[in-house]
């Protein structure tokens, strides 16, 4: 087992910037790929940024691409979400999830979830 705890949600003005971080505990978290989501009210979940076990490789959906930065720290069993540029259609709640498959953007394909991270941005 997984477990993986996400924070640094919060209110932000549009334009401004936010780091959400995930940090996991359990199984060897080096050994899974990671992923963040987002889910805003009335909206199904949608994929935001997956990035590889050794952090070699990252994947980004359309809408957040050259905003958005996911990285990774292996050694302090962490996964971030540097978001810049925020609008506020990326107003949501922010789940990280580990994956055994590298570069996944199906959510069905990610085993753990965390408990989710607040960001609301306003204009």
């Known amino acids: 087992q997984v477990q993986l705890v996400e924070s640094g949600g919060g209110l932000v003005q549009a334009g401004g910037s936010l780091r959400l971080s995930c940090a996991a505990s359990?199984?060897?978290?080096?050994?899974?790929?990671m992923g963040w989501f987002r889910q805003a009210p009335g909206k199904e979940r949608e994929f935001v940024a997956a990035?590889?076990?050794?952090?070699?490789?990252?994947y980004y959906a359309d809408s957040v691409k050259g905003r958005f930065t996911i990285s990774r720290d292996n050694a302090k069993n962490t996964v971030y979400l540097q978001m810049n540029s925020l609008k506020p259609e990326d107003t949501a709640d922010y789940y990280c999830?580990?994956?055994?498959?590298?570069?996944?953007?199906?959510?069905?394909?990610?085993?753990?979830w965390g408990q989710g991270t607040q960001v609301t941005v306003s204009s």
């Open positions: 999830a580990g994956s055994s498959y590298n570069g996944v953007r199906q959510d069905y394909l990610y085993d753990y």
């Open positions: 990035i590889t076990w050794s952090g070699g490789s990252t």
């Open positions: 359990g199984r060897t978290f080096s050994l899974y790929a």
